[in-house]
Structure formats: C-alpha cells, structure tokens
C-alpha cells in the first residue's frame, strides 16, 4: 500500500523558514507530477507548488520567490522550502503525488497534513 508521510511543520516567526519533506512509501511503480497545498481554517485548500517527474515546477502567485519544491526521486520525496514567511502563510500543509503503483493502478495520493504558524 502506497503512503505519503509529511514532516517539517512547526511555529516559525515571521520571516523565517521552514523545510517540509514527503516521503512516498510502499509498492511504487513511478511517481509523476507532485505538489504542494495548504489549507487555512474557513478557507479552501489552494496548490502552492507541482513539480513534474522532470522538474518543471510551478507556483502560485502567493508563494512565487519565497518557496521552492524540489524532489529526490531516488528517495520517493518531495520538499517545500519555505523562506521570509508571513503569518498569512498560516495553515495546514499537504503533499500529494500522481503515483502508479507496482501493480499498474494510477491514483492521486495525499499526505497527512502537516501545521505551519507564522507569528508576527
């Protein structure tokens, strides 16, 4: 069974950083794009950062210059550094991943969730 585990959240002050890992485990056959969401309280989960199994990355105007994605495919992991952090960057953080498993089936996996808190 395939998984994604997320780790790096934390309380951070404003204008700092933070790194988020997600580690994909279990039966993969290959990975292809990954991304980045987050998601604050009342509000909707936006995508902040996909990467393609080449990696080609894209960003969403709000993190544009201060995160960047990454992946380790020889490790099945994708980062998200996070650098000059604003409070407004508050929220709950997820990965996912296009993923085919060892057995052909292709599905969207997501991670636990992971919090971030930016004081000012």
């Known amino acids: 069974q395939v998984q994604l585990v997320e780790s790096g959240g934390g309380l951070v002050q404003a204008g700092g950083s933070l790194r988020l890992s997600c580690a994909a485990s279990?039966?993969?056959?290959?990975?292809?794009?990954m991304g980045w969401w987050r998601q604050a309280p009342g509000k909707q989960r936006e995508l902040l950062a996909a990467?393609?199994?080449?990696?080609?990355?894209n960003y969403a105007d709000s993190v544009e210059g201060r995160f960047t994605i990454s992946r380790d495919n020889a490790k099945n992991t994708e980062y998200l550094q996070m650098n000059s952090l604003k409070p407004e960057d508050t929220a709950v953080y997820y990965c996912?991943?296009?993923?085919?498993?060892?057995?052909?089936?292709?599905?969207?996996?997501w991670g636990q969730g992971t919090q971030v808190i930016v004081s000012s």
């Open positions: 996912n991943a296009d993923i085919l498993d060892g057995l052909g089936r292709r599905k969207y996996y």
């Open positions: 279990g039966n993969i056959g290959s990975i292809n794009g």
């Open positions: 990467i393609s199994a080449g990696g080609s990355t």
